[in-house]
Nanobody
Framework: QVQLVESRGGLVQAGGSLRLSCAAS????????MGWFRQAPGKEREFVGT????????LYADSVKGRFTVSRDNAKNTVYLQMNSLKPEDTAVYYC??????????????WGQGTQVTVSS
């Protein structure tokens, strides 16, 4: 079992930056790929980015590529999502997830509770 707890999101102006973190419990954190997803009101949950178990490989959605960075610290059982050049369309509830490396929600077995990120124009 893995329990995931995201840091508090927040309100940021367009063009600003925000870093989310996700702390995992359990000894097997380093064996999981860690993904970030988001869900805006009235929309389906969508893939943001993911990082493999070692941190050596990452994937990103086209909408965030070049602006967002996923990283992890296995010694701290924590994964990060650095968000730069934020846009109002990035407003959503952001979720971290643990599972298999890939873009699809069903690859991931464990999910955090989600944290709200709001970008004002």
């Amino acid at each position: 079992q893995v329990q995931l707890v995201e840091s508090r999101g927040g309100l940021v102006q367009a063009g600003g930056s925000l870093r989310l973190s996700c702390a995992a419990s359990g000894r097997t954190f380093s064996s999981y790929a860690m993904g970030w997803f988001r869900q805006a009101p009235g929309k389906e949950r969508e893939f943001v980015g993911t990082i493999n178990w070692s941190g050596g490989s990452t994937l990103y959605a086209d909408s965030v590529k070049g602006r967002f960075t996923v990283s992890r610290d296995n010694a701290k059982n924590t994964v990060y999502l650095q968000m730069n050049s934020l846009k109002p369309e990035d407003t959503a509830v952001y979720y971290c997830a643990a599972g298999n490396y890939g873009r699809y929600p069903h690859y991931y077995n464990y999910w955090g509770q989600g944290t709200q990120v709001t970008v004002s124009s």
